[in-house]
């Protein structure tokens, strides 16, 4: 069964959809006020989901429990990593993107967004995906189980489109493993496009116009 999400559609009939996961101890409704922020008047009907994450006890924060997508064992984010909860997580991401086909909306026309952790589901998950997506957008992490994706990389989403922001004094997810994951991704031939930005872990106004401007060469017909 599908996680519980918050639903925002900016006029009836949306043809295209946008999965945005949300970071460590939030929920869905933490981005769900982004909306009317960065969507033109121009664009096609969308159809924003912004799932709440299952509460797991987080190691880091001595076992107390929240909304996660997976665990965090120590300050070293990319180690020791919690394959088995990233793996569980890109599962339920797989279900909403399938949701939204049988909904109507053609798969091309699905973008995956997340921050800090829920952009590390939507990356790892995204270049998994059997089916092409219309693009993926990663704020503020990084990539998780970069030594397999060679192994697992989906041929469908080589050539997808790729958005990735990061703040350069975040003191979270730090701006250097950022880049580690771009370069990575880079070097595998993938269209990413970076952005970094003078702040810490968090989103700005800089950021949500680049992205707008982004998402918007990729919104197609009336």
Same mark, same amino acid.
């Given at each position: ?15 295209? $959809?946008?999965?945005? %996961?949300?970071?460590? *101890? $939030? /929920? @869905? ?13 121009? =664009? ?19 076992? +107390? ?27 339920? #991401? !797989? ?27 939507? &990356?790892? @998950? *995204? ?11 990663? #704020? ?11 192994? !697992?990389? *989906?041929? $469908? ?10 703040? +350069?004094? /975040? ?8 880049? +580690?994951?771009?370069?990575? #991704? %880079? ?5 990413? !496009? =970076?952005?970094?930005?003078? +702040? ?6 800089? !950021?949500?116009? /680049? &992205?707008?401007? =982004? #998402?918007?060469?990729?919104?197609? *017909?009336?």
């Amino acid at each position: 069964m599908p996680l519980p999400c918050i639903e925002i559609e900016t006029a009836p009939n949306p043809r295209h $959809a946008v999965i945005w %996961l949300h970071g460590l *101890g $939030a /929920d @869905g409704n933490d981005f769900a006020p982004i909306v009317p922020e960065l969507v033109a008047s121009r =664009w096609p009907p969308l159809r924003f989901v912004f799932p709440h994450a299952p509460v797991r006890p987080i190691t880091i924060n001595g076992g +107390m429990a929240m909304r996660a997508w997976y665990d965090i064992s120590g300050l070293e984010i990319a180690q020791r990593q919690d394959e088995a909860g990233i793996r569980a997580s890109i599962g339920l #991401l !797989e279900a909403l993107i399938q949701r939204e086909s049988a909904r109507g909306i053609a798969t091309e026309n699905v973008f995956l967004a997340g921050f800090s952790q829920g952009g590390a589901i939507v &990356l790892a @998950g *995204g270049i998994r995906h059997a089916q092409r997506l219309g693009g993926i957008v990663a #704020l503020s992490t990084y990539l998780p189980m970069a030594e397999k994706t060679d192994a !697992e990389a *989906g041929a $469908a989403n080589r050539s997808t489109p790729i958005f990735m922001a990061h703040g +350069m004094l /975040d003191p979270t997810i730090s701006h250097a493993l950022g880049e +580690m994951s771009r370069d990575y #991704l %880079l070097q595998r031939g993938y269209a990413v !496009e =970076w952005h970094a930005y003078p +702040m810490a872990h968090q989103v700005c106004a800089a !950021e949500i116009a /680049d &992205l707008r401007q =982004w #998402l918007g060469s990729r919104f197609s *017909g009336p």
